[in-house]
């Protein structure tokens, strides 16, 4: 007893240990607009015909679809037993499988919009306004700041947020990085 106590507390510590765990995040959403469409039709000529498509996918485990007027909204989940290692293949699948249905959808419809990023977290966000200068100043010097951000090591993705086109104004709020890995 004595020596398998000794054996787990010598173990324990040779575990590994991470921050942020990797994990695999196995949803998406796919958004389609159809302006002036109302919710059934919305139902009936564009989230079923989707929806049927999905199906085909491997290791599809659940599909769910919320329609209202001119939009309709699908969550695509995998599988738990869909392995990790060929999650980007199977989102690659959905893109294409949807996309083959596209030219079949009405006229007027646009996307569809995928969205598998789920796993990208914001680790920092930065606020940059200038009073005093220029737009195009504050936008060259925030696009020199993401670029020395993504120098770090460790930093995956750096975007910008809520950032204002409008030339008369000198704020320019950006994000972060995001994603660390």
Same mark, same amino acid.
């Given at each position: 007893?004595? /020596?398998?106590?000794?054996?787990?507390?010598?173990?324990?510590?040779?575990?590994?240990?991470?921050?942020?765990?990797?994990?695999?995040?196995?949803?998406?959403?796919?958004?389609?607009? @159809?302006?002036?469409?109302?919710?059934?039709?919305?139902?009936?000529?564009?989230?079923?015909?989707?929806? #049927?498509?999905?199906?085909?996918?491997?290791?599809?485990?659940?599909?769910?679809?919320?329609?209202?007027?001119?939009?309709?909204?699908?969550?695509?989940?995998?599988?738990?037993?869909?392995?990790?290692?060929?999650?980007?293949?199977?989102?690659?699948?959905?893109?294409?499988?949807?996309?083959?249905?596209?030219?079949?959808?009405?006229?007027? /419809?646009?996307?569809?919009?995928?969205?598998?990023?789920?796993?990208?977290?914001?680790?920092?966000?930065?606020?940059?306004?200038?009073?005093?200068?220029?737009?195009?100043?504050?936008?060259?010097?925030?696009?020199?700041?993401?670029?020395?951000?993504?120098?770090?090591?460790? /930093?995956?993705?750096?975007?910008?947020?809520?950032?204002?086109?409008?030339?008369?104004?000198?704020?320019?709020?950006?994000?972060? @990085? #995001?994603? @660390?890995?």
């Amino acid at each position: 007893m004595v /020596v398998l106590l000794a054996a787990g507390a010598l173990s324990f510590f040779e575990l590994g240990q991470d921050e942020d765990p990797p994990f695999t995040f196995r949803a998406m959403v796919i958004r389609v607009y @159809w302006p002036g469409a109302s919710a059934q039709q919305m139902a009936e000529q564009v989230a079923d015909r989707i929806e #049927r498509k999905l199906q085909e996918v491997p290791y599809a485990d659940k599909i769910r679809s919320y329609s209202k007027p001119g939009e309709t909204l699908i969550t695509f989940q995998l599988g738990d037993r869909s392995p990790a290692a060929e999650i980007q293949q199977l989102w690659y699948q959905v893109r294409k499988k949807v996309g083959d249905i596209r030219g079949s959808l009405p006229a007027g /419809v646009q996307g569809p919009f995928f969205n598998d990023e789920f796993g990208d977290v914001y680790g920092v966000i930065f606020a940059f306004s200038a009073d005093g200068f220029s737009y195009r100043e504050l936008k060259d010097y925030v696009d020199w700041a993401r670029q020395q951000l993504l120098r770090i090591p460790d /930093v995956a993705k750096v975007d910008l947020i809520a950032c204002r086109t409008r030339r008369s104004t000198s704020r320019c709020r950006t994000g972060g @990085w #995001r994603s @660390w890995r």
